[in-house]
T-cell receptor, first 112, second 113 residues
Framework: KQEVTQIPAALSVPEGENLVLNCSFTDSAIYNLQWFRQDPGKGLTSLLLIQSSQREQTSGRLNASLDKSSGRSTLYIAASQPGDSATYLCAVRGPGANNLFFGTGTRLTVIP | KAGVTQTPRYLIKTRGQQVTLSCSPISGHRSVSWYQQTPGQGLQFLFEYFSETQRNKGNFPGRFSGRQFSNSRSEMNVSTLELGDSALYLC????????????FGPGTRLTVT
């Protein structure tokens, strides 16, 4: 069964810093990987989707990379802002599976 | 384009009762998935519907059921509620293939007392 781990569980940084969130998964036979953010008590907002054939995706200040063979993905956030404070979740989808396997998330706090 | 909508947003029920939650996907999306989120277990997959057929099911008891209508709207039902069913229930929609992005609704917060 696919297991997804996110480290660290919580991260606090001063505004303006660049930061990296990590995601690892046990079964490298994935179809794609998706990063989400979740604000307290809210639903999930999709940030980036990386297909298994891709190495990275970028959207604004966000860059996600995927190394399928090693079972790892990173989410890089440039010039962090207080509005980036949220929980960030990664999720993978395997071949033949129509569901996402989620990590436990990294709770990010950006201090003004 | 309107996003995924879920109703109601909040529910308070008593143990033993049943509840029905509703999800309207993004227009044109034919796949709807349901997830349960709790502090202890995180996000867990319940089931997925595509074109009115359940395609995939997670490891939940039979008290959890769902259906999808011809307009792709979906409902999930939980019977004989237990305290442990208190959670945020999220639905996600997509075009249906494995390569497609999943878009989530705001969730329904269910509290069982």
């Amino acid at each position: 069964k696919q297991e997804v781990t996110q480290i660290p569980a919580a991260l606090s940084v001063p505004e303006g810093e660049n930061l990296v969130l990590n995601c690892s998964f046990t079964d490298s036979a994935i179809y794609n990987l998706q990063w989400f953010r979740q604000d307290p008590g809210k639903g999930l907002t999709s940030l980036l989707l990386i297909q298994s054939s891709q190495r990275e995706q970028t959207s604004g200040r966000l860059n996600a990379s995927l190394d399928k063979s090693s079972g790892r993905s990173t989410l890089y956030i440039a010039a962090s802002q207080p509005g980036d404070s949220a929980t960030y979740l990664c999720a993978v989808r395997g071949p033949g599976a129509n569901n996402l396997f989620f990590g436990t998330g990294t709770r990010l706090t950006v201090i003004p | 384009k309107a996003g995924v909508t879920q109703t109601p947003r909040y529910l308070i029920k008593t143990r033993g009762q049943q509840v029905t939650l509703s999800c309207s996907p993004i227009s044109g999306h034919r796949s709807v998935s349901w997830y349960q989120q709790t502090p202890g277990q995180g996000l867990q997959f319940l089931f997925e519907y595509f074109s009115e057929t359940q395609r995939n099911k997670g490891n939940f008891p039979g008290r959890f059921s769902g259906r999808q209508f011809s307009n792709s709207r979906s409902e999930m039902n939980v019977s004989t509620l237990e305290l442990g069913d208190s959670a945020l229930y999220l639905c996600a929609s997509s075009l249906g293939g494995e390569a497609y992005e999943q878009y989530f609704g705001p969730g329904t917060r269910l509290t069982v007392t």
